[in-house]
């Protein structure tokens, strides 16, 4: 079974984003399961991506199994899923660079991209440069969720993990973004997965 992992930015504009039932939906494709690790209109920590990235791409601490089973909800094929987007910017404050001064023995390694499950050599969609990314606000290149699925089909994929955020944004990236009134602005950290060993 080849599964895919989305380790990124990830948000929905705020003109979308009127409550999760109605935050642009798109379909989720026969054979696929996409699978969240935080609510709808909250924001991932780096910790818990961290832990996900570890897990997902190393087989640590219980590997894939022990993060399917604490995601926070799936999505199977055929049902609903908002269509929030896979982001890479230029202007970020997040460090994504994996290696040595993380865990000892690993590989420097920039892991904001779309990968293989357990493949941690090369992303299978990198968000700088693909060319399916769409070019926005300058500084940003985006992939919707829909986009990924239908690459995700075309290549055989059961799952897609969302280790991204899902915030509710209004002018993501510029000087002014915020949150939508409805949405949490406490990253969110599950502390089940977080501490899983």
């Known amino acids: 079974m080849k599964n895919w992992f989305v380790a990124s930015h990830g948000y929905i504009e705020g003109e979308y984003a009127k409550g999760e039932a109605n935050a642009a939906p ?4 026969s054979d696929l399961e996409v699978i969240f690790f935080c609510p709808a209109n909250r924001q991932l920590g780096m910790r818990m991506g961290w832990k996900l990235w570890d897990m997902l791409m190393y087989g640590q601490y219980g590997g894939e199994d022990v993060a399917y089973n604490l995601c926070n909800n799936k999505v199977a094929a055929h049902a609903p899923a908002s269509n929030y987007c896979a982001v890479y910017t230029q202007v970020d404050h997040h460090d994504w660079n994996d290696g040595d001064h993380r865990l000892a023995g690993r590989p420097a390694k920039y892991t904001l991209g779309i990968w293989e499950v357990g493949n941690p050599n090369k992303p299978v969609i990198d968000l700088r440069t693909d ?6 606000k300058q500084h940003q290149r985006l992939m919707p969720l829909s986009t990924i699925l239908e690459k995700a089909a075309l290549a055989g994929v059961s799952r897609v993990y969302w280790g991204a955020c899902r915030a509710h944004m209004i002018d993501w990236g510029e000087p002014g973004e915020r949150l939508t009134a409805g949405s949490n602005a406490s990253p969110y950290e599950y502390f089940r997965l977080i501490d899983a060993s």
């Open 26 to 29: 798109t379909t989720v494709p």
């Open 131 to 136: 060319l399916s990314t769409i070019p926005f």
